[in-house]
Every structure is written in structure tokens, then in C-alpha cells.
């Protein structure tokens, strides 16, 4: 495995940064003319991205990696369910489907996939579903580390695409089994295949594929952006169009950082590192702007052009922010306190 895999890749924390912006602007809901409303492909690009660093972390050091997944995800997603449950009791006007239900807080905070009033499968922070997902890989990679540590990842991925052919016959029954049985899961495992893809190649093919695998980075990230906002009639089976158009950007960005082209552009790299938290704060901004200041101001609307951009650049600058003084320190307190001692290396050093 080149030496350049074990460190941390700047590179992907800048897909981080890519994929948590363009859903921050799908959910504004602006769309420029002549294109349809595009963004929610950030999604499988993070799925993608964390079935590849998952399978990083368990190449290498897999003590307390079910902890430490919780300790990093867990805090900052109760803490913003529970401050939205308060808004839904206080403002309910304001929640559309979202109500301060003591059994729907229950259920988002355990990860269990219900079906809220608007029949969509989503927690009380609706953004959540994809955390369920998320939840899901962690549980599956945390079995398959009780059988075997060298080929975690591996069966892990065997795990996930079990449970979801088991949930196929059950789907039209269960809500649990509707959720599980979407090929969006296999974005993680197609995560997992693009970290074993790229550890194989030597040093040296990788500098010769530089040139290609930028081609193929730039290609990807145009594609996925034209799919969506063009051809939106393309996106069938999601794993085949854009879950496969995010493994090819997750692949190219990692060879690219291997072979020695990783960026140092900082200030993507800090928003690549304060992505789970935007992604979990800009509905509040969003919404915030939209049905409180806008209704002084009309142009503060977040699907016209100048409120996009101001929700947009609020929910990154406010996001930044919580995580520099606040996600930050807050993970490493816990792994220091509670996940074997260890310094995060969720964050890459810019």
C-alpha cells in the first residue's frame, strides 16, 4: 500500500466540502433557468466517501471503532434533533410535517426509520434518513469485526447487501423493510470497493495515472452535477447512475492524492472538515431565513437567486464556526476520554 494512504487525503475532505454544499443548495430549492432544482447527489457522495474511509480505518487501527463512530456522529445529531423537537413545541406553525411527538423523538434518536405525517420515511431532523443509512454501515462493520479484523470491511459490505435482498420480499409490509431494501446502500459498498481499488496500485502507476484520473475527477463531478440539473429522467436505479458517477469522483480524488497532487487549499479543506455539521445545521438557517425574515423581506426567499446565495453562505460561515469552537474540541475530548485515547483523525490538517 503506497505510504501516502495511511496519512490523512485533503482531497476527499474537499469532496466532503462539495457534497455538503450542493445539498444545502438543492434544499433552498432555487434552480437556475432552464435546469431542475439539482444537489441531492451529495448524498451518495458522502455514502461513497464513508464506505471508502471506513474501510481505511479498518485497515489500520480498529480498536474501539464502533465507539468512536458514535462518538463522533451520535452528540451532534441528538443535540440538533432535540433543539428542533423544542422548536416544534414552541412553533409548530413553522414545522410543516415535523411535530414535537415524544414517540418521533424517541424513534430518531435511535436510528429507527418511521414514517412521519408527510408518508416520507424521515426522523424529526429530517436530513437524518441518511444518518439511519449511516447507522446502519457502522452496525453491520461492528458485527463483522466480532468474526474478523482483516477482512472487516469485506463482510461488513456482505452484511449490508444481505439485509437489503432479505428486506426486497418485505418491502411493501414494513416501513423498516422499505427503508433497507433501497440500492442507495450499496453506495457504501461501492465506498469500500473504491478504498480497496486504490490501496492496490503502487506509487509508481499512480503518478503515471494522474493525468487520467484528474479527466476522470473533473468528468464525474460535471456529470453528476448535468444528471440531475439536465436528465433527471436518467436517475432510475440510483446506485447505477449516480452512485457509480460518485465512486469514479471518490476513486479519481484519492489516486490524485496519493500520487502527490493533493490540494492545499485550505479554506475547501476546513469546510470539508465542517460538513457534517452544515449538513446538519442548514435546514435551521435555511428555514430560519425563509419563513422568518422573509416574511419582512421578501428577497430573503431562499428559492430566489440572492436568498440562495445568502442561505447558502450563512449556513457554511455559521457551520464553520460551530465546528472550529465547537465539534472539534468536542471530539477530541470523547476519543481522548472514551475512544482509546486517540487523537480524531476525522479532521485533516490544513
Known amino acids: 500500500m503506497p505510504k501516502s494512504t495511511a496519512g490523512k487525503l485533503n482531497n476527499i475532505q474537499v469532496l466532503r466540502a462539495f457534497a455538503a454544499c450542493v445539498v444545502v443548495v438543492f434544499h433552498t430549492g432555487f434552480a437556475f433557468p432552464g435546469m431542475h432544482p439539482f444537489g441531492s447527489f451529495g448524498v451518495d457522495v458522502f455514502f461513497v466517501i464513508s464506505g471508502y474511509i471506513m474501510a481505511r480505518i479498518l485497515d489500520g487501527k480498529s480498536e474501539f471503532f464502533f465507539r468512536r463512530r458514535l462518538l463522533r456522529i451520535v452528540p451532534p445529531y441528538w443535540l440538533f434533533t432535540i433543539l428542533l423537537f423544542l422548536v416544534a413545541q414552541r412553533y ?12 418521533e423523538l424517541v424513534r430518531s ?159 475547501a479543506v476546513l469546510v470539508g472538515d465542517a460538513s457534517y455539521i452544515l449538513y446538519l445545521l442548514h435546514p435551521y438557517c435555511e428555514y430560519g431565513q425563509d419563513r422568518v425574515l422573509a416574511k419582512h423581506l421578501p428577497w430573503l426567499h431562499i428559492n430566489t437567486a440572492i436568498g440562495a446565495f445568502i442561505a447558502v453562505s450563512l449556513s457554511i460561515a455559521v457551520a464553520c464556526l460551530v465546528h472550529f469552537y465547537g465539534e472539534r474540541p468536542l471530539v477530541k475530548v470523547l476519543n481522548n476520554r472514551f475512544g482509546g485515547h486517540r487523537r480524531s483523525t476525522e479532521f485533516a490538517a490544513a
Not at 170 to 198: P, Q
Not at 220 to 235: H, N
Not at 254 to 259: E, F, G, P, T
Request: glycine fraction near 4%; charge should be positive; hydrophobic fraction near 55%.
Open 109 to 267: 434518536l435511535l436510528f429507527i426509520p418511521y414514517a412521519k405525517g408527510s408518508n416520507l420515511i424521515q426522523p424529526l431532523l429530517f436530513i437524518g434518513w441518511s444518518l439511519n443509512y449511516e447507522m446502519f454501515f457502522y452496525c453491520a462493520l461492528g458485527v463483522a469485526l466480532l468474526f474478523t479484523r482483516r477482512h472487516a470491511a469485506l463482510l461488513g459490505s456482505a452484511l449490508v447487501l444481505v439485509t437489503m435482498l432479505a428486506c426486497l420480499p418485505l418491502a411493501a409490509n414494513t416501513t423498516i423493510a422499505t427503508f433497507y431494501a433501497r440500492d442507495i446502500v450499496l453506495e457504501f459498498i461501492l465506498g469500500v470497493l473504491s478504498y480497496l481499488f486504490c490501496r492496490s496500485l503502487s506509487a509508481d502507476r499512480l503518478k503515471r495515472l494522474r493525468i487520467p484520473a484528474l479527466a476522470v475527477c473533473l468528468f464525474s463531478a460535471a456529470a453528476l452535477v448535468a444528471i440531475q440539473a439536465y436528465f433527471p429522467q436518467f436517475v432510475t436505479l440510483r446506485v447505477l447512475s449516480l452512485g457509480v458517477l460518485s465512486l469514479l469522483l471518490v476513486t479519481s480524488a484519492s489516486m490524485l492524492s496519493q500520487a502527490g497532487w493533493d490540494t492545499k487549499f485550505a479554506p
Open 92 to 103: 409548530p406553525a413553522l414545522m410543516g410535517s415535523t411535530r414535537a411527538s415524544i414517540s
